[in-house]
């Protein structure tokens, strides 16, 4: 287990803090975020939460007094440099922040990473990473725990259990393990109704999420032994059906429950770039082909953003890389 010995005595020292996340960020990166953000308050912190991109709606029962906020160059580049320390929550490269890359970067603030994703770039003092963590939102668990005077209330657990719930799938992917299950355990016993945060997150989707869903449906496509499955979602989709890029939020997984695919893709049109989201069960990394386009993520789940190719061209380009892969894995 991580020693968070270190991050303690920081914050035992230090008076304000800021937290940000990830672009586009799910539960793990939010619940997270809001498990820190309510520890630093209860010990009397100065503590605000800033994120590139806005919280997702799914997931705004989360922050019940709507502390996080959305990066305004004008009014928070300033205030970035008065925070005593950075955290940094599930990422671990910094264009994953957008806009919010530079300021970061050229704060004279002490930072630290907490995340479990492979491959860190090193962008602060101090890297609290564990990869076999099967979410971030476990190891600020684990954080707050090593604190002997930390007590458990709802709204933590809460934030603790959608970040789980979230990056293991319900409990299902590789990484869940039987420590996962146990701090579930912890949670729920603090108050946690697994049932309402599954909801909340997963069942408060809009009619037009799910007509956008059939157009995704709509678009799969295989190579010819069915070991690579791709759905595609373009601009159009978006408009035509109102959604945003949340409401794509585990389309990619359906790709997978097609009988001997490896590995499961969703390619979506964004305005200047092709986003591609990449998906596999059991022993292949997807990461490793998201590594060679400047990608990244984690082995079963990872993350592409090319610039300069349209959609047809992007698809052409990652599907035979995952070729390649797969070929030269049955050699
Ligand atoms: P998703 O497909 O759900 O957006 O992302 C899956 C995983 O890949 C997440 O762990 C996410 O952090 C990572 N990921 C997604 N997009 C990118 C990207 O553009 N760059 C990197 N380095 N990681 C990404
Ligand atoms: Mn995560």
Known sequence: MLDFTKILQIIQKYNSFLITTHLNPDAD???SELALHDYLRILGKKVSVINADATPYTLEFLDRDRIIETYDNKKHREKINSFDVLFALDFNQLKR???MENVFRQSNALKICIDHHEEPENFTEYLFVDISYASTGEIIFDLLKSDNSFQLDLPIAEAIYAAIITDTGSFR????????HLTAAELISAGVNPKT????????GSLNRLKLLASALKSINCNSDQSICY???TLDDLRQNNCGEADLEGFVNYCLSVKGTKIGMLFQELEDTVKVSLRSSGNFPVNKIANQFNGGGHFNA?????KGRNLDEAIEMILSAAQSYLNKEEE
């Open 29 to 31: 990166a939010i619940g």
């Open 197 to 204: 945060i599954y909801e909340k997150i997963y069942d408060q």
């Open 97 to 99: 922040i957008g806009v």
């Open 173 to 180: 992917f590789e990484r869940t393990s039987p420590k996962t």
């Open 302 to 306: 990872a993350g592409i953003r090319i």
């Open 231 to 233: 759905m595609r979602i």
